[in-house]
């Protein structure tokens, strides 16, 4: 039996009214996302971005830009991310670092690095453990630390319209630039939902809130939503925000 994993949607054929109320709403819900407050960079979503397939995957990317003049400017961006899925078992880590430098002096220098394993249960129920290291210089951020352990469950799994909710407790031991080591407990829990408008196109929905354990309404939150439509056999268009 094939892993329901994290993003992974089943695409079958149906009609009628039922497929027009799923339209409806993934429209209405990708509006409502691409309004949401800007992302958080304290959050990383790892939901989405690999391959839903057994065995080994993975990717590396970078990107450059140099701009001359009276001032100049380099940016280095670098990113790697791998997946080992099994039957019921999967594995993912995701690397990104980016260092920028302006008229000879360093202006960006952050990092992040993210390791998560995910157990399916059953049908509707899967484990989350995950362990995150970010670094942040031009944000006095000297390390943060997360680990979280939780629960997801699938609660929608329709032909065109899948959805999940995760929640997550997680220590976090945050050190400041010239500040002591702050450790604390948040709850990390997500909701995200993935359809299909069309046979040409996939709406994707999310949204992360991770407030302190005391108080909390010392949060963060983030939510994103991308249309993605094939345009011909070869080209797809994907519209993110």
């Not at 089943?10 to 027009?20: K, M, N, Q, T």
């Not at 830009?65 to 594995?91: H, M, P």
């Not at 699938?154 to 400041?176: C, F, H, N, V, Y």
Request: net charge positive.
């Amino acid at each position: 039996m094939p892993n329901p994993g994290v993003g992974e949607m089943r695409v079958e054929e149906g009609c009628g009214a039922r497929d027009s109320v799923v339209r409806t709403v993934m429209m209405a819900l990708l509006i409502w996302g691409a309004g949401a407050a800007p992302a958080s960079s304290q959050i990383l979503n790892t939901l989405r971005g690999f391959e839903s397939k057994e065995g080994l995957s993975g990717g590396v990317g970078t990107f450059f830009s140099a701009t001359g003049g009276n001032t100049e400017n380099l940016t280095v961006t670098g990113s790697a991310r791998g997946q080992w899925q099994g039957t019921t078992q999967r594995w993912r880590f995701l690397v990104d670092g980016t260092r920028s430098r302006a008229a000879g002096s360093t202006t960006e220098e952050s990092s992040v690095t993210h390791l998560r394993h995910n157990a399916r249960l059953n049908d509707r129920w899967a484990t989350i453990a995950f362990a995150q290291h970010q670094h942040d210089r031009f944000q006095r951020l000297t390390a943060r630390y997360l680990f979280g352990v939780g629960a997801r469950w699938d609660w929608i799994r329709r032909e065109r319209l899948e959805g999940s909710w995760g929640l997550t407790p997680m220590l976090e031991a945050e050190k400041i630039q010239e500040e002591s080591t702050e450790v604390s407990a948040r709850f990390s829990t997500f909701v995200s939902l993935l359809g299909r408008v069309n046979d040409r196109t996939t709406v994707d929905l999310t949204a992360f809130v991770q407030p302190k354990a005391d108080p909390l309404d010392d949060l963060r939150a983030v939510a994103s939503a991308s249309l993605k439509t094939a345009v011909s056999g070869k080209v797809s268009l994907h519209v993110q925000g």
